[in-house]
Every structure is written in C-alpha cells, then in structure tokens.
C-alpha cells in the first residue's frame, strides 16, 4: 500500500496551473488544425 507520506513529500517540476495550461494549449492547438484540415 502506497503511504501517504510518501506521497506528499513528492514534488512536481513545475506548478499543476502549468501542466494544465500546457494540456490545454496543445489540445487548442490540436483542434484548430483538425478543423482547419476538415474545410478543405
């Protein structure tokens, strides 16, 4: 079983915002280029 103290003494790289607003930028992203190739 997983503890809990080792589960909060772990550290991200970076800020969960961030991995977020990454996520999300490269979905954006991904669906202006599906529907930019879909009007064609």
């Known amino acids: 079983m997983i503890?809990?103290?080792g589960?909060?003494?772990r550290k991200l790289?970076?800020?969960p915002?961030?991995?977020g607003l990454f996520a999300f930028g490269?979905?954006?992203a991904l669906l202006f280029l599906v529907?930019?190739?879909d009007r064609d």
């Open 3 to 5: 503890s809990l103290a």
């Open 17 to 19: 915002q961030f991995f």
């Open 35 to 37: 529907l930019r190739l």
């Open 7 to 9: 589960e909060m003494a």
């Open 26 to 28: 490269v979905l954006a």
């Open 13 to 15: 790289s970076a800020p």
